[in-house]
T-cell receptor
Framework: KQEVTQIPAALSVPEGENLVLNCSFTDSAIYNLQWFRQDPGKGLTSLLL?????REQTSGRLNASLDKSSGRSTLYIAASQPGDSATYLC?????????????FGTGTRLKVLA | NAGVTQTPKFRVLKTGQSMTLLCAQDMNHEYMYWYRQDPGMGLRLIHY???????AKGEVPDGYNVSRLKKQNFLLGLESAAPSQTSVYFC????????????FGDGTRLSIL
């Protein structure tokens, strides 16, 4: 059974710092991996989706990588801003049952200090 | 450009009461999902649907029922609410089964007293 872990649970950094958020998964047969942002009281917003055949995806200041062999994905945020403060969740696509489902991590709560 | 809309946004129920949560999407997505989010446990899949008229169980289906009579709507029902069902419920949709991002609603905060 696929399990997804995010460590640390919370992180505080000063504005302008480059940072990396980590996501680990147990089953290398992951279908794809998606990174989401969740603001307090809101739903999840998809940031980046990496297919199993890809190694990374980029959008603006965000870069996500996927290493299936080591069971890891990272989300790199360049030049962090206070507006980046949110909870970031990763979700691994599990297609082993024949019908595609996502397994979510518990998230990393990021605070960027002005 | 509504995307995924959930109603209601908040609800308080007494134990044993029933209610239905509505999810509507205007993106012509085939797949729809219901999740619950609890502190320290991440999002867990309750039920999902791969198309109009079809539903399937997810990770935590007990105590819930769903229906997808129209492609754009996915209903989540609680027949006899229990305090353990206090949670934030999220609906999501996607165009296909994989390779496409999921789009989420803003959630329904449900408290069972």
């Amino acid at each position: 059974k696929q399990e997804v872990t995010q460590i640390p649970a919370a992180l505080s950094v000063p504005e302008g710092e480059n940072l990396v958020l980590n996501c680990s998964f147990t089953d290398s047969a992951i279908y794809n991996l998606q990174w989401f942002r969740q603001d307090p009281g809101k739903g999840l917003t998809s940031l980046l989706l990496i297919q199993s055949s890809q190694r990374e995806q980029t959008s603006g200041r965000l870069n996500a990588s996927l290493d299936k062999s080591s069971g890891r994905s990272t989300l790199y945020i360049a030049a962090s801003q206070p507006g980046d403060s949110a909870t970031y969740l990763c979700a691994g696509g599990d297609g082993t049952s024949g019908t595609y489902k996502y397994i979510f991590g518990t998230g990393t709560r990021l605070k960027v200090l002005a | 450009n509504a995307g995924v809309t959930q109603t209601p946004k908040f609800r308080v129920l007494k134990t044993g009461q029933s209610m239905t949560l509505l999810c509507a999407q205007d993106m012509n997505h085939e797949y729809m999902y219901w999740y619950r989010q609890d502190p320290g446990m991440g999002l867990r899949l309750i039920h999902y649907s791969v198309g109009e008229g079809t539903t399937a169980k997810g990770e935590v289906p007990d105590g819930y029922n769903v229906s997808r009579l129209k492609k754009q709507n996915f209903l989540l029902g609680l027949e006899s609410a229990a305090p353990s069902q206090t949670s934030v419920y999220f609906c999501a949709s996607s165009y296909t089964s994989g390779g496409q991002p999921q789009h989420f609603g803003d959630g329904t905060r449900l408290s069972i007293l």
